[in-house]
């Protein structure tokens, strides 16, 4: 069994660009979360994707979006990026309603 | 925000048990008590789960107060690779609804 992979797992941009986080789900997973967690705070809820749909957003502003696939992956999409959004990414699988799987992060620095 | 209260951080000595408390007065019924603990860098990991029972695998024992206002984690027999950030987190397990809120945790030091 496979479990939760993120890529990349480092990446550098400036602000303004633009980036994309990629998640491939453990298998059997058809919900993918994403948290960002800035540096010495716990994670932080973005939002999830439920069979292609999101279902349910955190206090986070409409340059956040993301995708799921048929396949239960998903991708995280930032625009017009800021300094602070310089954090860990994390991506978390699960079966609905069951314990979440998280992967290893994707860190981003905005310069 | 999040649900729950833990210390910010906690000492323990390798090979004794590790003992975390948690504070969850605002609970609900159908809400689950979940721990996981983050390595540093790393992705969180899950460690276990309970609605009302105590409960326990291979990494950890889970204890529940009666009115489940409170929870307790215990490593048993703590190794340095157990040194992490260890979060309580209370959500509704059947429930499509199932984003988590973390807290800040309780960092947990290891010594040797």
């Known amino acids: 069994e496979t479990g939760v992979t993120q890529s990349p797992t480092h990446l550098i941009k400036t602000r303004g660009q633009q980036v994309t986080l990629r998640c491939s789900s453990q298998s059997g997973h058809n919900t993918v979360s994403w948290y960002q967690q800035a540096l010495g705070q716990g994670p932080q809820f973005i939002f999830q994707y439920y069979r292609e749909e999101e279902n349910g957003r955190g206090n986070f502003p409409p340059r956040f979006s993301g995708l799921q696939f048929p396949n239960y992956s998903s991708e995280l999409n930032v625009n017009a990026l800021e300094l602070d959004d310089s954090a860990l990414y994390l991506c978390?699988?699960?079966?609905?309603?069951?314990?979440?799987?998280f992967g290893p992060g994707t860190r981003l620095t905005v310069l | 925000d999040a649900k729950t209260t833990q210390p910010p951080s906690m000492d323990c000595a390798e090979g004794r048990a590790a003992n975390l408390p948690c504070n969850h007065s605002t609970i609900s019924g159908n809400e689950y008590v979940y721990w996981y603990r983050q390595i540093h860098s790393q992705g969180p990991q899950y460690i276990i789960h309970?609605?009302?029972n105590n409960e326990t695998n291979e990494m950890a024992s889970l204890i529940i107060t009666e009115d489940r206002k409170s929870s307790t984690l215990i490593l048993p027999h703590a190794t340095l690779r157990d040194t992490a950030v260890y979060y309580c987190i209370v959500y509704p397990r059947r429930n499509r609804d199932d984003k988590i809120i973390f807290g800040k945790g309780t960092r947990l030091h290891i010594l040797p």
């Open positions: 309970g609605l009302k």
């Open positions: 978390a699988s699960s079966l609905t309603g069951a314990t979440q799987y």
